[in-house]
Every structure is written in structure tokens, then in C-alpha cells.
Nanobody, 115 residues
Framework: QVQLVESGGGLVQPGGSLRLSCTASRISVRLNAMGWYRQAPGKQRELVAT???????NYVDSVKGRFTISRDNAKNTVYLQMNSLKPEDTAVYYC?????????WGQGTQVTVSS
């Protein structure tokens, strides 16, 4: 079955940076549109960044200019570089296809932005 494993989260101060990784098994990140999603406490999960097969990239307005999505086809991994982090970026971050397949959700990785 498809497995998506997120890593790289942690506790960071406002203004700091983190790089998230999503390693895929039994699915090719090169042959699928992929996305990073996040869910903050008490809020619905939201799509924050997508990268298509043709490497078209989109971001939700709240992260534009601060987050960068990329992929490494050889490693079958998708990344999310997050800079200038804000407390409102605190959430559990997940990767999935875009649109998401509900059977692919992994455990996610916690990002906490706090001083």
C-alpha cells in the first residue's frame, strides 16, 4: 500500500526555518501532483503548497514568499522549506497527493513556532 512518511518538524522560534521531508513508497512523486497540508488545533486541514507533474507550483496566500515546495525524483521525496516562520504556522504538517487521497494520510510532523 502507499506510504507517505513526513519528517523534519520541531520547535522553532518565530522567524526561524525548518525543512520538512515526505518520503513516498509505492507511489511516484514525479508522476503525481503532490501537496503539503497542515492542520492547526481546532481548525480544518488546509492545503498550503502543491507541485504538479509539470512542476507548476502554487501556495496558499498566507505562506507565499516564505515557503518553498520542491521534489527530488531520485529520492522519491517531496520537501517543504519553511522560512520566516510565524506562530500561526503551528500545525501538524502532512503530505499527500493533490487532490488528497484519504487512504494516503500519514502521521504527519508537528511544527511548533513559539518563543
Amino acid at each position: 500500500q502507499v506510504q507517505l512518511v513526513e519528517s523534519g518538524g520541531g520547535l522553532v522560534q518565530p522567524g526561524g526555518s525548518l525543512r520538512l521531508s515526505c518520503t513516498a513508497s509505492r507511489i511516484s512523486v514525479r508522476l503525481n501532483a503532490m501537496g503539503w497540508y497542515r492542520q492547526a488545533p481546532g481548525k480544518q486541514r488546509e492545503l498550503v503548497a502543491t507541485i504538479t507533474i509539470g512542476v507548476r507550483i502554487n501556495y496558499v496566500d498566507s505562506v507565499k514568499g516564505r515557503f518553498t515546495i520542491s521534489r527530488d525524483n531520485a529520492k522519491n521525496t517531496v520537501y517543504l522549506q519553511m522560512n520566516s516562520l510565524k506562530p500561526e504556522d503551528t500545525a501538524v504538517y502532512y503530505c499527500n497527493t493533490a487532490p488528497a487521497d484519504n487512504s494516503y494520510w500519514g502521521q504527519g510532523t508537528q511544527v511548533t513556532v513559539s518563543s
